[in-house]
């Protein structure tokens, strides 16, 4: 299930999105047709009666503009760990089908190199950017949206400029995970938080909090170990919270990478999963299958959030749409696996 907001703009006619779900075919596929290109005779069938149906009209003018299109979309990366790598994967290949190429670029992390990246990207004449927000290069992304360069924001976002957006359910997610512990029996719930200028870790800190005060429980400050979605600082902080006078009896971390460096610490210092303390994660990856006990973790939709990014890249690319801008959400599902368990 989606959520989607289309602000700024009027309500607009049929657009190539809209007559790719009628017609029942890839929006690439609707893109190569209206392009000129051959595609099989059964789709362009479905796609001609689809569009008949809709009254759809391409926008010659708006289309007109943009003569110079290289077919290249940046595609902006902190780090190729589980996430973003499978991000990479998934968007190569939905970007491929609609005839364009991915042109990636990871800065680890360091506001200088996203700098150069977006240069390097205004340089290669890039169609469009796709890049997971950081907010210390917010007028230069400014800039190359006022360039008529489409910027589309996941994972985290930089509130306040004119960019299309797809993140997924942070703070609803986390605030169902966190109190699925709290129906386990436990009242006293650690957190692994990610870096606090990322939106992504202000959401799901807010959802465990959410949670923990519609059930009643106290927030204890002391309960939240910055982790900095690190493998290493999941390590250190919960060293921090299993030296408290009063541990935890739950941790919930915000990504899988501080869930990985938790379950180092406590293997390394004789404590089991689920019995010693019971450990959720957002975010599910392969290993989680294979620990013996299991994790349960929240699995974001990658698959989906990368084929929403190239329909809307699409819908820009073809169909120009003013100042009008999209805000799509996109649900989790909670995996429930052995790393938890009822106390009394």
């Known amino acids: 299930m989606r959520q989607t907001d289309q602000t700024a703009g009027r309500r607009r006619g ?27 005779r ?3 069938e479905q796609i001609e009666r689809a569009i008949q149906d809709l009254g759809y009209r391409r926008n010659a003018a708006a289309a007109s503009i943009r003569t110079d299109l290289t077919h290249m979309i940046g595609f902006l990366v902190p780090t190729f760990d589980e996430f973003h790598a499978r991000m990479l994967e998934h968007l190569a290949h939905s970007v491929r089908q609609t005839g364009r190429a991915l042109l990636t670029y990871c800065h680890g992390g360091d506001p200088r190199v996203v700098a150069e990246a977006l240069d390097f990207f205004a340089a290669q004449r890039v169609d469009a950017l796709v890049m997971d ?17 489409p910027i589309i924001f996941y994972n985290n976002d930089v509130r306040g400029l004119a960019a299309d957006r797809v993140m997924v359910e942070n703070q609803r997610a986390s605030h169902r995970i966190v109190s699925h512990l709290i129906d386990l029996g436990h009242s006293r719930i650690g957190i692994l938080t990610g870096d606090p200028r990322n939106s992504s870790g202000i959401e799901r800190l807010a959802g465990y909090e959410q949670a923990l005060s519609d059930r009643g429980i106290t ?10 979605w690190r493998m290493d600082g999941g390590y250190e902080a919960t060293k921090w919270l299993m ?4 541990p935890p009896t739950a941790i919930f971390s915000a990504n899988y990478g501080m869930a990985v460096g938790a379950l180092s610490w406590l293997k390394e210092n004789g404590r089991h999963v689920p019995e010693d303390i019971s450990l959720a994660s957002f975010d599910d990856v392969a290993i989680f299958r294979l620990y013996e006990a299991g994790i349960t973790a929240v699995a974001q ?8 990014i190239t329909d809307i890249l699409v819908e820009r690319l073809t ?25 009394n």
């Open 14 to 40: 049929a657009t190539i999105i809209d007559v790719a779900r009628v017609a029942n075919v890839a929006v690439g596929t609707v893109s190569r047709y209206i392009n000129g290109q051959t595609i099989r």
């Open 42 to 44: 059964s789709n362009r």
């Open 133 to 149: 927000g950081t907010a210390e290069v917010y007028d230069r992304v400014d800039d190359l949206i006022k360039h008529d360069i």
């Open 219 to 228: 927030i204890d400050p002391a309960l939240a170990a910055r982790g900095n």
């Open 243 to 246: 030296s408290l006078q009063t």
């Open 301 to 308: 939709p990658v698959a989906s959030i990368a084929e929403t």
């Open 319 to 343: 169909e120009p749409s003013g100042d009008a801008t999209r805000n799509v959400i996109l649900e989790c599902d909670i995996i429930l696996r052995g790393s938890t368990r009822r106390i």
